[in-house]
Protein backbone atom coordinates (compact mmCIF):
# COMPACT_ATOMS: atom_id res chain seq x y z
CA UNK A 1 0.00 0.00 0.00
CA UNK A 2 1.15 3.51 -0.96
CA UNK A 3 1.60 6.11 1.35
CA UNK A 4 -1.37 8.58 -0.18
CA UNK A 5 -3.85 5.37 0.03
CA UNK A 6 -2.93 4.65 4.07
CA UNK A 7 -3.18 7.84 4.57
CA UNK A 8 -6.99 7.96 2.82
CA UNK A 9 -7.86 4.63 4.53
CA UNK A 10 -6.44 5.94 8.25
CA UNK A 11 -8.35 9.54 8.05
CA UNK A 12 -11.69 8.03 6.92
CA UNK A 13 -10.95 4.90 9.87
CA UNK A 14 -10.15 8.00 12.57
CA UNK A 15 -13.18 10.29 10.92
CA UNK A 16 -15.25 6.92 11.63
CA UNK A 17 -13.81 6.29 15.58
CA UNK A 18 -14.56 10.43 16.45
CA UNK A 19 -11.33 12.24 15.67
CA UNK A 20 -11.97 15.64 14.86
CA UNK A 21 -7.94 16.97 13.07
CA UNK A 22 -5.83 13.82 12.42
CA UNK A 23 -2.20 13.65 10.49
CA UNK A 24 0.17 11.21 9.19
CA UNK A 25 3.78 12.08 9.38
CA UNK A 26 5.86 9.48 6.89
CA UNK A 27 9.50 8.89 6.88
CA UNK A 28 11.75 7.10 4.61
CA UNK A 29 15.48 6.25 4.88
CA UNK A 30 18.31 4.02 2.79
CA UNK A 31 21.89 3.86 4.19
CA UNK A 32 24.95 2.63 2.67
CA UNK A 33 27.95 2.16 5.03
CA UNK A 34 31.55 0.72 4.38
CA UNK A 35 35.34 0.82 6.36
CA UNK A 36 38.15 -0.20 5.09
CA UNK A 37 41.29 -1.33 6.51
CA UNK A 38 44.16 -1.20 4.18
CA UNK A 39 42.34 -1.57 1.03
CA UNK A 40 40.36 -4.12 1.91
CA UNK A 41 36.51 -3.88 3.07
CA UNK A 42 36.04 -4.64 6.71
CA UNK A 43 32.40 -3.87 6.83
CA UNK A 44 29.87 -2.65 4.57
CA UNK A 45 26.29 -2.42 5.18
CA UNK A 46 22.95 -1.36 3.36
CA UNK A 47 19.58 -0.60 5.35
CA UNK A 48 15.96 0.87 4.59
CA UNK A 49 13.99 2.14 7.04
CA UNK A 50 10.59 3.70 7.05
CA UNK A 51 7.82 4.20 9.48
CA UNK A 52 4.94 6.58 9.98
CA UNK A 53 3.38 8.21 12.89
CA UNK A 54 -0.38 9.29 13.16
CA UNK A 55 -1.64 11.86 15.74
CA UNK A 56 -5.45 13.41 16.10
CA UNK A 57 -7.57 14.80 18.29
CA UNK A 58 -10.00 12.78 20.16
CA UNK A 59 -12.11 14.59 22.89
CA UNK A 60 -9.92 17.49 22.77
CA UNK A 61 -6.96 15.68 22.88
CA UNK A 62 -4.11 14.83 21.03
CA UNK A 63 -3.41 11.02 20.64
CA UNK A 64 -0.29 9.64 18.97
CA UNK A 65 0.54 6.08 17.49
CA UNK A 66 3.40 4.74 15.18
CA UNK A 67 4.00 2.11 13.04
CA UNK A 68 6.57 0.84 10.63
CA UNK A 69 4.37 -1.02 8.42
CA UNK A 70 1.33 0.83 5.43
CA UNK A 71 -1.05 -2.09 5.56
CA UNK A 72 -4.69 -2.64 6.45
CA UNK A 73 -4.28 -4.39 10.18
CA UNK A 74 -1.77 -1.33 10.76
CA UNK A 75 -4.57 1.50 10.17
CA UNK A 76 -7.16 -0.48 13.12
CA UNK A 77 -3.77 -0.71 15.49
CA UNK A 78 -2.60 3.23 14.91
CA UNK A 79 -6.57 4.45 15.59
CA UNK A 80 -7.16 2.67 18.64
CA UNK A 81 -3.82 3.22 19.56
CA UNK A 82 -4.23 6.88 19.60
CA UNK A 83 -7.64 7.06 20.76
CA UNK A 84 -6.31 5.06 24.02
CA UNK A 85 -3.00 7.25 24.86
CA UNK A 86 -5.35 10.72 24.28
CA UNK A 87 -6.91 10.00 27.56
CA UNK A 88 -3.38 9.80 29.81
CA UNK A 89 -1.74 12.85 28.06
CA UNK A 90 -2.17 16.15 30.33
CA UNK A 91 -0.53 19.17 28.60
CA UNK A 92 -0.43 22.39 29.46
CA UNK A 93 -1.19 23.80 26.38
CA UNK A 94 -2.71 21.49 23.86
CA UNK A 95 -0.99 20.78 20.71
CA UNK A 96 -3.38 21.13 17.39
CA UNK A 97 -3.07 20.12 13.76
CA UNK A 98 -2.22 22.83 11.46
CA UNK A 99 -3.19 24.07 8.49
CA UNK A 100 -0.45 25.23 6.81
CA UNK A 101 1.84 28.13 5.91
CA UNK A 102 0.77 31.19 3.56
CA UNK A 103 3.58 30.25 1.59
CA UNK A 104 6.82 28.09 1.45
CA UNK A 105 10.40 28.84 0.28
CA UNK A 106 11.36 26.97 -2.72
CA UNK A 107 14.33 25.11 -2.67
CA UNK A 108 15.51 21.45 -3.57
CA UNK A 109 18.10 20.00 -1.09
CA UNK A 110 18.35 16.72 -2.79
CA UNK A 111 21.44 16.40 -5.13
CA UNK A 112 20.44 14.04 -8.20
CA UNK A 113 23.84 13.86 -9.64
CA UNK A 114 24.57 12.38 -5.95
CA UNK A 115 21.88 10.24 -6.36
CA UNK A 116 23.38 8.61 -9.75
CA UNK A 117 26.84 7.86 -7.64
CA UNK A 118 27.20 4.04 -7.88
CA UNK A 119 28.13 1.98 -4.95
CA UNK A 120 31.23 0.42 -6.56
CA UNK A 121 31.76 4.00 -7.63
CA UNK A 122 32.02 5.17 -3.44
CA UNK A 123 33.94 2.63 -2.72
CA UNK A 124 36.35 2.83 -5.26
CA UNK A 125 37.15 6.61 -4.41
CA UNK A 126 37.19 5.60 -0.86
CA UNK A 127 40.38 2.91 -1.45
CA UNK A 128 41.90 6.04 -3.27
CA UNK A 129 41.92 8.15 -0.75
CA UNK A 130 43.10 5.29 1.65
CA UNK A 131 45.99 4.53 -1.21
CA UNK A 132 47.43 8.27 -0.73
CA UNK A 133 46.90 8.30 2.69
CA UNK A 134 49.58 5.61 2.97
CA UNK A 135 52.05 6.87 0.74
CA UNK A 136 51.85 10.66 2.20
CA UNK A 137 54.34 10.08 4.80
CA UNK A 138 56.60 6.84 6.10
CA UNK A 139 54.99 7.48 9.62
CA UNK A 140 51.51 6.78 8.77
CA UNK A 141 51.10 3.41 10.49
CA UNK A 142 47.39 2.76 10.34
CA UNK A 143 43.50 4.33 10.42
CA UNK A 144 41.58 3.90 13.76
CA UNK A 145 38.69 4.25 11.44
CA UNK A 146 38.02 4.93 8.06
CA UNK A 147 34.39 5.03 6.78
CA UNK A 148 31.84 6.10 4.53
CA UNK A 149 28.05 6.43 4.34
CA UNK A 150 25.42 7.59 2.83
CA UNK A 151 21.58 8.53 2.78
CA UNK A 152 18.92 9.20 0.74
CA UNK A 153 15.69 10.20 2.29
CA UNK A 154 12.14 11.61 2.02
CA UNK A 155 9.73 12.44 4.64
CA UNK A 156 5.47 13.41 4.03
CA UNK A 157 3.40 15.41 6.06
CA UNK A 158 -0.50 14.68 5.51
CA UNK A 159 -3.51 16.11 7.46
CA UNK A 160 -7.28 16.56 7.25
CA UNK A 161 -7.29 19.95 7.01
CA UNK A 162 -5.88 20.39 3.73
CA UNK A 163 -1.98 20.27 4.20
CA UNK A 164 0.29 17.92 1.81
CA UNK A 165 3.89 18.61 2.41
CA UNK A 166 7.15 16.33 1.02
CA UNK A 167 11.18 16.78 1.30
CA UNK A 168 13.55 15.11 0.17
CA UNK A 169 17.40 15.10 0.76
CA UNK A 170 20.31 12.67 0.52
CA UNK A 171 24.21 12.99 1.64
CA UNK A 172 27.25 11.58 1.81
CA UNK A 173 29.95 11.43 4.52
CA UNK A 174 33.46 10.14 4.98
CA UNK A 175 34.80 9.92 8.64
CA UNK A 176 38.39 9.35 8.34
CA UNK A 177 40.79 8.87 11.53
CA UNK A 178 44.88 8.44 10.41
CA UNK A 179 47.28 7.11 13.13
CA UNK A 180 51.25 8.16 12.60
CA UNK A 181 53.87 7.08 14.85
CA UNK A 182 57.40 8.79 15.11
CA UNK A 183 59.89 6.49 17.82
CA UNK A 184 57.91 6.17 21.03
CA UNK A 185 55.06 8.97 19.93
CA UNK A 186 51.50 7.72 18.68
CA UNK A 187 48.91 10.39 17.22
CA UNK A 188 45.86 10.87 14.84
CA UNK A 189 44.55 12.86 12.89
CA UNK A 190 40.63 13.47 11.56
CA UNK A 191 39.11 14.42 8.53
CA UNK A 192 35.25 14.76 8.40
CA UNK A 193 32.70 15.95 5.94
CA UNK A 194 28.92 15.29 4.89
CA UNK A 195 28.23 16.91 1.46
CA UNK A 196 25.93 16.56 -1.60
CA UNK A 197 29.07 17.39 -3.83
CA UNK A 198 30.55 13.85 -4.63
CA UNK A 199 32.70 15.51 -6.68
CA UNK A 200 34.14 17.47 -3.86
CA UNK A 201 36.20 14.68 -2.47
CA UNK A 202 39.64 15.05 -4.26
CA UNK A 203 41.75 11.92 -2.77
CA UNK A 204 45.20 13.91 -2.52
CA UNK A 205 43.64 16.79 -0.49
CA UNK A 206 41.97 14.61 1.99
CA UNK A 207 45.26 12.38 2.65
CA UNK A 208 47.42 15.56 2.85
CA UNK A 209 44.74 17.26 5.32
CA UNK A 210 44.52 13.81 7.65
CA UNK A 211 47.95 13.25 7.61
CA UNK A 212 48.99 16.66 8.35
CA UNK A 213 46.94 16.98 11.00
CA UNK A 214 48.29 14.19 13.03
CA UNK A 215 51.90 14.69 11.87
CA UNK A 216 51.42 18.49 13.68
CA UNK A 217 50.34 16.79 16.86
CA UNK A 218 53.93 14.98 17.25
CA UNK A 219 56.42 16.06 19.34
CA UNK A 220 53.98 17.72 21.82
CA UNK A 221 55.53 19.73 24.77
CA UNK A 222 54.94 21.16 28.22
CA UNK A 223 53.54 24.35 28.85
CA UNK A 224 52.72 25.96 31.87
CA UNK A 225 49.05 25.79 33.55
CA UNK A 226 47.46 29.27 33.78
CA UNK A 227 44.67 31.42 31.97
CA UNK A 228 45.41 32.00 28.39
CA UNK A 229 44.19 33.59 25.55
CA UNK A 230 42.62 30.97 23.53
CA UNK A 231 41.89 30.81 19.57
CA UNK A 232 39.12 27.96 19.10
CA UNK A 233 39.64 26.28 15.71
CA UNK A 234 36.78 26.08 13.66
CA UNK A 235 36.29 22.94 14.19
CA UNK A 236 36.36 23.02 18.03
CA UNK A 237 34.41 26.23 18.70
CA UNK A 238 31.65 24.89 15.96
CA UNK A 239 31.36 21.21 18.37
CA UNK A 240 31.54 23.85 21.80
CA UNK A 241 28.38 25.67 20.27
CA UNK A 242 26.61 22.70 18.94
CA UNK A 243 26.79 21.31 22.71
CA UNK A 244 25.62 24.44 23.97
CA UNK A 245 22.97 25.28 21.32
CA UNK A 246 19.86 23.92 23.62
CA UNK A 247 20.22 27.33 24.97
CA UNK A 248 18.91 28.99 22.09
CA UNK A 249 15.44 26.43 22.29
CA UNK A 250 12.22 27.97 23.96
CA UNK A 251 11.58 24.39 24.78
CA UNK A 252 14.53 24.42 27.14
CA UNK A 253 14.02 27.97 28.59
CA UNK A 254 10.30 27.36 29.30
CA UNK A 255 11.41 24.49 31.27
CA UNK A 256 14.19 26.41 33.33
CA UNK A 257 16.85 24.53 31.65
CA UNK A 258 18.70 27.79 29.89
CA UNK A 259 19.74 31.01 31.36
CA UNK A 260 18.44 32.74 28.35
CA UNK A 261 14.86 32.61 29.14
CA UNK A 262 13.68 36.37 29.36
CA UNK A 263 16.63 37.71 27.73
CA UNK A 264 15.25 38.17 24.34
CA UNK A 265 16.21 41.69 23.73
CA UNK A 266 19.11 41.79 25.74
CA UNK A 267 22.89 41.64 25.07
CA UNK A 268 24.27 38.44 25.68
CA UNK A 269 27.43 38.34 24.07
CA UNK A 270 30.16 40.63 22.33
CA UNK A 271 29.07 43.24 19.83
CA UNK A 272 30.89 41.54 17.46
CA UNK A 273 28.49 38.29 17.59
CA UNK A 274 26.10 37.29 15.14
CA UNK A 275 24.52 33.97 14.81
CA UNK A 276 21.83 32.61 11.89
CA UNK A 277 19.50 30.15 11.86
CA UNK A 278 19.35 29.16 8.07
CA UNK A 279 17.21 26.41 6.98
CA UNK A 280 17.71 27.14 2.93
CA UNK A 281 21.33 26.52 3.47
CA UNK A 282 22.53 24.96 0.55
CA UNK A 283 24.40 22.24 1.83
CA UNK A 284 23.22 22.23 5.09
CA UNK A 285 22.54 18.98 6.11
CA UNK A 286 19.13 20.26 8.56
CA UNK A 287 17.71 22.26 5.26
CA UNK A 288 14.15 21.88 4.75
CA UNK A 289 11.24 24.09 3.53
CA UNK A 290 9.38 23.10 6.33
CA UNK A 291 9.28 22.35 9.79
CA UNK A 292 8.22 19.06 11.70
CA UNK A 293 4.46 20.22 11.94
CA UNK A 294 4.11 21.41 8.87
CA UNK A 295 4.88 25.26 9.40
CA UNK A 296 7.62 27.03 6.90
CA UNK A 297 10.75 27.17 8.06
CA UNK A 298 12.10 30.92 7.79
CA UNK A 299 15.86 32.39 7.91
CA UNK A 300 15.91 34.47 11.48
CA UNK A 301 19.00 36.35 13.23
CA UNK A 302 19.14 34.58 16.81
CA UNK A 303 21.58 37.15 18.08
CA UNK A 304 23.11 40.39 16.22
CA UNK A 305 25.50 42.52 17.34
CA UNK A 306 25.73 40.53 20.50
CA UNK A 307 21.87 41.24 21.45
CA UNK A 308 19.32 38.02 21.54
CA UNK A 309 17.09 38.66 19.17
CA UNK A 310 14.49 35.41 19.37
CA UNK A 311 14.63 32.18 21.13
CA UNK A 312 13.75 28.77 18.61
CA UNK A 313 9.82 27.82 18.83
CA UNK A 314 7.80 25.63 17.75
CA UNK A 315 4.07 26.13 17.90
CA UNK A 316 3.55 24.89 21.24
CA UNK A 317 5.99 26.57 22.68
CA UNK A 318 5.58 30.32 21.14
CA UNK A 319 1.52 29.72 21.91
CA UNK A 320 2.78 29.68 25.86
CA UNK A 321 4.96 32.60 25.00
CA UNK A 322 2.28 34.84 23.38
CA UNK A 323 4.54 34.64 19.88
CA UNK A 324 4.79 33.26 16.35
CA UNK A 325 6.34 29.70 15.71
CA UNK A 326 9.67 30.26 14.43
CA UNK A 327 9.51 27.21 11.94
CA UNK A 328 11.70 25.12 14.19
CA UNK A 329 9.88 22.00 15.37
CA UNK A 330 11.37 18.74 15.28
CA UNK A 331 11.20 14.99 15.02
CA UNK A 332 13.72 13.08 15.57
CA UNK A 333 12.70 10.18 13.78
CA UNK A 334 8.94 8.84 12.93
CA UNK A 335 8.45 7.67 16.53
CA UNK A 336 9.59 10.94 18.31
CA UNK A 337 7.76 13.59 19.80
CA UNK A 338 7.64 17.17 18.91
CA UNK A 339 10.71 18.84 20.10
CA UNK A 340 12.62 22.06 19.41
CA UNK A 341 15.74 22.34 17.31
CA UNK A 342 18.18 24.64 14.96
CA UNK A 343 18.15 23.76 10.99
CA UNK A 344 21.74 25.16 10.04
CA UNK A 345 22.73 27.85 12.86
CA UNK A 346 26.27 28.92 12.90
CA UNK A 347 28.09 32.08 13.33
CA UNK A 348 28.56 34.42 10.63
CA UNK A 349 32.08 34.80 9.89
CA UNK A 350 34.68 38.08 9.57
CA UNK A 351 36.89 38.95 6.61
CA UNK A 352 40.02 37.55 9.23
CA UNK A 353 41.59 34.31 8.05
CA UNK A 354 42.92 32.25 10.77
CA UNK A 355 46.37 33.06 10.26
CA UNK A 356 46.00 36.68 11.02
CA UNK A 357 44.29 35.61 14.09
CA UNK A 358 47.19 33.37 15.29
CA UNK A 359 49.36 36.72 14.61
CA UNK A 360 47.15 38.85 16.66
CA UNK A 361 48.27 36.42 20.00
CA UNK A 362 50.69 37.58 22.02
CA UNK A 363 51.23 34.03 24.41
CA UNK A 364 48.35 31.83 24.05
CA UNK A 365 46.86 28.70 22.58
CA UNK A 366 45.35 26.93 19.60
CA UNK A 367 42.33 24.68 20.66
CA UNK A 368 41.77 22.37 17.31
CA UNK A 369 39.96 19.77 19.07
CA UNK A 370 38.11 18.92 22.03
CA UNK A 371 36.72 15.22 23.47
CA UNK A 372 34.54 14.79 26.70
CA UNK A 373 31.89 16.68 25.12
CA UNK A 374 28.76 14.59 26.26
CA UNK A 375 29.86 14.45 30.17
CA UNK A 376 32.47 17.58 30.73
CA UNK A 377 29.80 20.42 29.72
CA UNK A 378 26.84 21.40 31.31
CA UNK A 379 24.37 23.75 29.12
CA UNK A 380 22.30 24.64 31.83
CA UNK A 381 24.98 26.41 34.37
CA UNK A 382 26.99 26.87 30.77
CA UNK A 383 30.42 25.36 32.77
CA UNK A 384 32.42 23.13 31.35
CA UNK A 385 35.88 20.93 31.44
CA UNK A 386 37.18 19.75 28.36
CA UNK A 387 39.90 17.40 27.26
CA UNK A 388 41.55 19.50 24.61
CA UNK A 389 44.27 19.35 21.70
CA UNK A 390 46.40 22.09 20.57
CA UNK A 391 48.91 24.64 19.99
CA UNK A 392 51.19 26.81 21.57
CA UNK A 393 51.25 30.53 20.59
CA UNK A 394 53.96 33.07 21.37
CA UNK A 395 54.65 36.96 19.57
CA UNK A 396 51.77 35.65 17.16
CA UNK A 397 53.69 32.42 15.87
CA UNK A 398 53.02 28.53 16.32
CA UNK A 399 56.16 27.26 18.46
CA UNK A 400 54.33 23.71 19.00
CA UNK A 401 52.01 21.56 19.62
CA UNK A 402 50.77 20.93 23.63
CA UNK A 403 50.40 17.78 25.38
CA UNK A 404 47.02 16.87 26.53
CA UNK A 405 45.06 19.96 27.71
CA UNK A 406 42.08 20.62 29.86
CA UNK A 407 40.24 23.73 28.98
CA UNK A 408 37.74 24.93 31.74
CA UNK A 409 35.04 28.34 31.79
CA UNK A 410 31.47 29.16 31.41
CA UNK A 411 30.13 29.30 27.80
CA UNK A 412 27.97 32.53 28.80
CA UNK A 413 31.10 34.10 29.42
CA UNK A 414 32.99 32.60 26.10
CA UNK A 415 30.34 34.43 24.41
CA UNK A 416 30.69 37.75 26.28
CA UNK A 417 34.82 37.40 25.49
CA UNK A 418 35.13 37.08 22.52
CA UNK A 419 37.60 39.05 20.66
CA UNK A 420 37.72 38.08 17.01
CA UNK A 421 35.95 36.15 14.61
CA UNK A 422 37.73 34.02 11.73
CA UNK A 423 36.66 33.66 7.83
CA UNK A 424 36.75 30.37 8.26
CA UNK A 425 33.38 28.84 8.88
CA UNK A 426 33.15 25.01 9.58
CA UNK A 427 30.53 22.78 10.69
CA UNK A 428 30.52 20.58 13.68
CA UNK A 429 29.94 16.41 12.72
CA UNK A 430 29.85 16.02 16.15
CA UNK A 431 25.84 16.08 16.97
CA UNK A 432 25.74 16.16 20.58
CA UNK A 433 22.51 18.00 20.40
CA UNK A 434 20.48 18.18 16.92
CA UNK A 435 20.89 20.38 14.68
CA UNK A 436 23.55 21.79 12.20
CA UNK A 437 25.83 23.37 14.06
CA UNK A 438 28.91 25.95 12.91
CA UNK A 439 31.28 28.02 13.60
CA UNK A 440 34.24 30.02 12.02
CA UNK A 441 37.66 30.28 14.40
CA UNK A 442 37.01 32.07 17.60
CA UNK A 443 39.23 34.05 20.12
CA UNK A 444 38.27 34.10 23.44
CA UNK A 445 40.12 36.90 25.78
CA UNK A 446 41.09 33.99 28.32
CA UNK A 447 40.03 30.74 29.85
CA UNK A 448 41.48 28.47 32.11
CA UNK A 449 44.10 25.69 30.66
CA UNK A 450 45.48 23.26 32.60
CA UNK A 451 48.37 20.64 31.15
CA UNK A 452 49.51 17.48 31.44
Not at 90 to 114: A, M, R
Request: glycine share 8%.
Amino acid sequence: MNVQEFQQRLFGLAEQHGFNDVEIYFEREEKFGCALFKGEIDSYETSEVAGASFRGLFNGKMGYAFTEKLDEDTIQFLVENAKENSQFIEEEVQEDIFSGSETYHEGSFYSSELAKVTIPEKITLFKEIEKHIYEYDERVTGTDYFILESADSERFIMNSKGLSLKGKHNYIGMYISVVVKQGEETKTGMYIKMTRDFSSFVPEEIAKYAVEEALSKLNAQSAESKRYPVLLRNDAAASLLQTFSPIFSAEYAQKGQSLLRDKVGEVIAAEELQIVDDPFLEDGLFSSTFDSEGVATVKKEIVKNGKLITLLHNRKTAEKAGLETTGNAYKSSYKGSLTVSPSNLYVIPSNKGYEELISSIREGIIVTDLAGLHSGADFVSGNFSLAANGFFVKEGKIQNAVKQMTIAGNFYDVLNNIEEIGSDLEFSMNFVAPGYIGSPSLLIKELAVTVE
